[in-house]
T-cell receptor, first 112, second 117 residues
């Protein structure tokens, strides 16, 4: 079965510093992953994705790194801002069904 | 206006009651999904639909049913609610692969907080 694990339930960083959120996976069909961000009382919103043809994808302050040999991906936020405080989910996707397989989420707190 | 809306946003009900959660979307997407979120478990897929005539079970469909009344509407029913169905419920939509650059992105509604006493 496709599985995604986020082993750190929470992370606290100082404003301006780097936030690194980690995700491990098994049995991915296509090594294509997405990160979602969720604020309280709102649905998850798409943040950034990465496909197997790349080992890095960058969008402004957000960069996702993919290490296929280690079956590991990470999201870097630089510099972190208080508005980044949210729950972050990594997700694998079953291309055939469109089903997203989510990790448990990591709650990021960025302190001013 | 929001692209994906859910009603109600909050609901408290008693064990054994029938509950319907509704989802509407204005994105024109064919695919719609229902997820539930429990603390520490991420989001789990309940049901999904690729078009009006298509309904598929997800990981945790027991105790739930769905209806795809139109392309824009996908409702989730709990025929006889039980306390362990207390959770956050999210509806999501997406395009089929190949229809746009962001076909793998799912767009989520704001969620419904359901409490079953």
């Amino acid at each position: 079965d496709q599985q995604v694990k986020q082993n750190s339930p929470s992370l606290s960083v100082q404003e301006g510093r780097i936030s690194i959120l980690n995700c491990d996976y098994t049995n991915s069909m296509f090594d294509y992953f997405l990160w979602y961000k969720k604020y309280p009382a709102e649905g998850p919103t798409f943040l950034i994705s990465i496909s197997s043809i790349k080992d890095k994808n960058e969008d402004g302050r957000f960069t996702v790194f993919l290490n296929k040999s280690a079956k590991h991906l990470s999201l870097h936020i630089v510099p972190s801002q208080p508005g980044d405080s949210a729950v972050y989910f990594c997700a694998d996707i079953n291309i055939n069904t469109g089903k997203l397989i989510f990790g448990q989420g990591t709650t990021l707190q960025v302190k001013p | 206006d929001a692209d994906v809306t859910q009603t109600p946003r909050n609901r408290i009900t008693k064990t054994g009651k029938r509950i319907m959660l509704e989802c509407s979307q204005t994105k024109g997407h064919d695919r719609m999904y229902w997820y539930r979120q429990d603390p520490g478990l991420g989001l789990q897929l309940i049901y999904y639909s690729f078009d009006v005539k298509d309904i598929n079970k997800g990981e945790i469909s027991d105790g739930y049913s769905v209806s795809r009344q139109a392309q824009a509407k996908f409702s989730l029913s709990l025929e006889s609610a039980i306390p362990n169905q207390t959770a956050l419920y999210f509806c999501a939509t997406s395009d089929p692969p190949g229809t746009s650059e962001s076909t793998d992105t799912q767009y989520f509604g704001p969620g419904t907080r359901l409490t079953v006493l």
